[in-house]
Structures are given as structure tokens and as C-alpha cells.
């Protein structure tokens, strides 16, 4: 019975050690990749923030255009018309904004969307119906 007891000390202070060292490891990389990073401490708080705003404006704004399009689609169908128009960013634009983005020093974009935005050679050519993924269970048009 000691001998129990003994190896459950034993294990529980094994335990503790192992989520002690890992906190701490965790804690050096956070400093160090901190410390090494190429960007300052508020450029990068500036960053969070911006790419928070922008998710939240981004979530409000698709909220309200897929609104829009519900709305269009429910008109066209009860009205038995032809549906009106809506444009849509085309599926290249799509899949440059959704890209992973990291911050460099050579480029000031804070996301994918803004370097999107702000390039010259951009394509706003907007498709007239919507391009759906197959792979997700969405019929495309």
C-alpha cells in the first residue's frame, strides 16, 4: 500500500514537472520570438487590431451582401422572373485574399484583402452569377 501511495506522489510530482517545463518553454519562445521579431511591439499590436476590425467589418459586410442575394433570389423565384444582376468579386480575387498573409517589412500590407486592394494590376472584373465550391457540397452555376 505505501508503495502505491509512493509511485502516485511520485507520478503526481512527474506530472507537475513536466506542465512546469512547458509553461516555461512556452514562455522563452514567446520572449524570444518577441525579442527577434522584425517587427516592433506596437506595429504589431496595430496588426492584431487591424486584422481583428477587418474580420468583423469583413463578417458584417458578407452578412448584408448575402442578405442582398437572398433577398434577390426569393424576388426572382416567387416573382417568376428572371434574377437582376449581382455582381461578384471573381474566384481568383477569392483565392488571393483568402491566402495566409505574414507581416514583412518590405511589403506595409496588413492582410491579404488590403494588399489585394491596393495592387495596380488587381482584376475587379466582377462574375455574374456566383461561383461555388464542389468540393464543400455546393453546386456551381
Known amino acids: 500500500m505505501e508503495l502505491l501511495l509512493m509511485f502516485r506522489a511520485q507520478s503526481q510530482i512527474l506530472g507537475w514537472c513536466i506542465i512546469i517545463i512547458a509553461a516555461f518553454v512556452g514562455l522563452l519562445g514567446t520572449c524570444y520570438t518577441n525579442c527577434r521579431s522584425k517587427v516592433s511591439y506596437l506595429q504589431l499590436t496595430f496588426w492584431k487590431r487591424y486584422v481583428e476590425k477587418e474580420k468583423e467589418c469583413f463578417d458584417t459586410f458578407a452578412a448584408d451582401y448575402a442578405n442582398k442575394l437572398a433577398e434577390r433570389n426569393l424576388h426572382s423565384f416567387f416573382g417568376n422572373n428572371d434574377p437582376a444582376p449581382f455582381p461578384f468579386p471573381n474566384h481568383r480575387a477569392w483565392e488571393e485574399i483568402s491566402a495566409l498573409h505574414t ?26 452569377r456566383p461561383v461555388l465550391d464542389v468540393e464543400h457540397g455546393i453546386e456551381m452555376h
Open 103 to 128: 507581416f514583412s517589412r518590405s511589403e506595409q500590407y496588413y492582410s491579404t484583402l488590403q494588399r489585394y486592394v491596393e495592387r495596380t494590376d488587381r482584376d475587379f472584373t466582377p462574375e455574374k
